[in-house]
């Protein structure tokens, strides 16, 4: 069984940052790409930032020079380092991870439970 839990999420000011954990735990062979994403209320799910295995790195346009996305190998972890937080970050975040499982060899697609980011003065 494999789990991604995040943390660091809460209430901010606009212009505030964050910084967004998410570690993979469980039955882990090896992992792919490592991600994060978002869901606003009454809005579908969207890309914030992916980051290869490599450490290669991708940002939605609303976030580029805002947000930094990173990883720790060793610690099979994720990170987002959001800054210059706007109103329209509010979101709930999800860490997403694709995982070789020791049991399968097989590769999956996993998700965290989510934590709240409210940007509100």
């Known amino acids: 069984q494999v789990q991604l839990v995040e943390s660091g999420g809460g209430l901010v000011q606009p212009g505030g940052s964050l910084r967004l954990s998410c570690a993979a735990s469980g039955s882990i062979y090896s992992i792919d790409a490592m991600g994060w994403y978002r869901q606003a209320p009454g809005k579908q799910r969207e890309l914030v930032a992916t980051i290869t295995s490599g450490g290669s790195t991708n940002y939605a346009d609303s976030v580029k020079g805002r947000f930094t996305i990173s990883r720790d190998n060793a610690k099979n972890a994720v990170y987002l380092q959001m800054n210059s937080l706007k109103p329209e970050d509010t979101a709930v975040y999800y860490c997403?991870?694709?995982?070789?499982?020791?049991?399968?060899?097989?590769?999956?697609?996993?998700w965290g439970q989510g934590t709240q980011v409210t940007v509100s003065s």
């Open positions: 997403n991870a694709n995982i070789k499982t020791r049991k399968t060899y097989f590769t999956y697609t996993y």
